[in-house]
């Protein structure tokens, strides 16, 4: 007997979970990305994020960029099927200085795994990124990596995350020994240690050793001193710790906590199995039609990021679309929020990095990938049904602006191309002169090594030599009710005025002071840090 489309709903929800993982830069979280998809049988050997010889590339790291430098820059999406379970890992840049990208990323994600070096706790960027899965309500799962080399003590690493970030936690397992001497971890669910081999690289997986808990067998495998500190500590950890509490976890209040090193593969498929268990599925998502929960028939979805170029061979552009609720079927007609315009999708795709796979059907939960010819913009609402259109996602304060020049003239077609495309797509704001002398872009960004990117790619994807032009200002703001607030203040000193990619005004000024000068010269003049992605 065939599913209704309710019960259709319900059974693809119920086996979808969807994450996003955030760190500071280094704490392993591309190898953590790659050894996630080795252990749920994406990939077959995983790749260290610094290739040496002939050791694979990894998997999420797909710009040319990101493989000279040994980091990540830009988002990406990787979906593969476990234990009947079908998982989308919003993989997101480990580089603060593109912590905007990895904001929008986290407006699509249901679940957040925040990772933590053992050796250095909690981080500037994790703490930044934490603030926006609080404000999400996200439920966040803690894997403190790195155990295999010198580090923190696991009980102060606990006590940080709950002092600093206000989080009960709860250890689903914990470490046994630390460094040179770590062995494994004991699995507080199932009772038993989980004893490990290192190999080369980690590249497959480890070979492990399970022994339950009270066995005289484990003393083969630990000294008499670490046998001891391990079992007085489980005992302390069982007395003064937080009872396991799953609706505080789906609450964003309480977070399980992991111990292992990513690298040499040790308690990365148990969090894999726990996380699965404990996870949200897709979530209900606030609309102009009220709160819509997954299983609302009619298809939605909306654009949490565009990219430009992913497959150089064929300069396409791909959006990438969270699915929210009903059923994505291939050559819908949908309605388009922003435009009120009805739009044929005709090639939607699997993404798995910079591999694309066609696909018929999506389900809530699921992240598809679009061709985009100039139709979709950041934030965008795409439904059938009754009109609506999703929360927009912000764009944040840049604090670095220069001029972006094309010394050669006969390149003008190409640098308007290459300007456009990798605006829509969010690779770095793009604001304009209201002088109208003064034609050429200003780059708005959070970091330096955005601008880096920019030039990189608009020389390597578009052909086009560029030169930056640093213009003396640090901070942003939008003036919230638009050109005729600007207006009635009449002239101002010491700002800039310029407009973004909507048009909309927005003042650069050189520093706070300048900032806090304005507003008390002027207190009905509305401004803000932030900007909503799309103007209804």
């Given at each position: 007997m065939s599913l209704t489309i309710e019960e259709e709903l319900l059974e693809a929800v119920s086996k979808r979970r969807n994450f996003a993982i955030i760190s500071h830069p280094d704490a392993g979280k591309t190898t953590l990305t790659e050894k996630l998809l080795l252990y749920g049988g994406a990939i077959h050997q995983a790749g260290a994020v610094?290739?040496?010889?002939?050791?694979?590339?990894?998997?999420?790291?797909?710009?040319?960029?990101?493989?000279?430098?040994?980091?990540?820059?830009?988002?990406?999406?990787?979906?593969?099927?476990?234990?009947?379970?079908h998982i989308n890992l919003l993989d997101t840049p480990g580089h603060q200085d593109f912590s905007e990208d990895t904001y929008r990323t986290l407006a699509a994600a249901d679940n957040a795994v925040m990772l933590i070096d053992a050796a250095k706790g909690l981080e500037p960027q994790t703490r930044k990124l934490f603030e926006v899965c609080k404000l999400r309500g996200l439920p966040i799962f803690t894997f403190i990596n790195k155990m295999d080399r010198p580090g923190r003590d696991a009980f102060d690493l606990l006590d940080e995350i709950e002092k600093e970030l206000g989080l009960k936690t709860y250890p689903v397992n914990y470490p046994v020994g630390i460094g040179d001497y770590f062995k494994g971890v004991f699995d507080r669910r199932q009772q038993d240690y989980h004893l490990f081999e290192k190999i080369a690289h980690g590249s497959k997986e480890v070979p492990e050793i399970i022994i339950p808990s009270g066995d005289e067998g484990l003393k083969k495998y630990l000294d008499a001193q670490l046998y001891e500190e391990t079992?007085?500590?489980?005992?302390?950890?069982?007395?003064?710790?937080?009872?396991?509490?799953?609706?505080?976890?789906?609450?964003?209040?309480?977070?399980?906590?992991?111990?292992?090193?990513?690298?040499?593969?040790?308690?990365?498929n148990l969090f894999l199995q726990s996380f699965l268990d404990f996870a949200l599925p897709p979530i209900p998502r606030k609309s102009t039609l009220g709160t819509l929960d997954p299983t609302y028939p009619d298809f939605t979805g909306f654009v949490f990021k565009l990219q430009a170029n992913m497959d150089p061979k064929h300069r396409d552009r791909v959006a990438f679309v969270r699915v929210c609720t009903g059923k994505f079927e291939k050559d819908m007609a949908v309605n388009h929020a922003r435009t009120g315009k009805v739009v044929r999708l005709s090639h939607p795709q699997k993404l798995f990095a910079q591999g694309r796979e066609s696909i018929e059907e999506a389900y809530p939960g699921d992240v598809i990938g679009l061709n985009n010819p100039g139709v979709f913009a950041i934030g965008d609402t795409i439904y059938l049904g009754k009109k609506l259109q999703y929360e927009g996602i912000p764009s944040f304060s840049p604090e670095l602006f220069s001029y972006l020049k094309n010394p050669n003239p006969s390149q003008f077609k190409q640098f308007q191309k290459g300007i456009q495309q990798l605006q829509e797509e969010g690779?770095?704001?793009?604001?304009?002169?209201?002088?109208?002398?003064?034609?050429?872009?200003?780059?708005?960004?959070?970091?330096?090594?955005?601008?880096?990117?920019?030039?990189?790619?608009?020389?390597?994807?578009?052909?086009?030599?560029?030169?930056?032009?640093?213009?003396?200002?640090?901070?942003?703001?939008?003036?919230?009710?638009?050109?005729?607030?600007?207006?009635?203040?009449?002239?101002?000193?010491?700002?800039?005025?310029v407009k973004d990619a909507l048009d909309r005004p927005v003042l650069l000024f050189r520093n706070d002071w300048n900032v806090n000068q304005l507003q008390g010269d002027h207190p009905d003049l509305k401004l803000s840090a932030i900007s909503n992605g799309v103007i209804t």
């Open positions: 610094k290739a040496r010889g002939e050791q694979r590339r990894v998997t999420s790291d797909w710009m040319e960029l990101e493989k000279q430098r040994g980091i990540s820059i830009t988002s990406t999406v990787l979906q593969f099927e476990y234990n009947g379970y079992l007085e500590e489980l005992e302390m950890v069982q007395e003064v710790g937080a009872e396991f509490d799953l609706q505080a976890i789906h609450e964003g209040k309480m977070t399980p906590v992991f111990f292992g090193s990513a690298m040499t593969n040790f308690g990365v690779a770095v704001q793009i604001m304009y002169s209201t002088d109208e002398f003064i034609r050429d872009p200003i780059l708005a960004a959070v970091g330096q090594l955005q601008f880096e990117v920019v030039q990189f790619r608009m020389l390597s994807e578009y052909n086009v030599e560029t030169r930056l032009e640093p213009i003396p200002f640090s901070v942003a703001r939008w003036v919230v009710d638009g050109w005729e607030a600007l207006e009635k203040v009449g002239r101002i000193f010491n700002t800039m005025i």
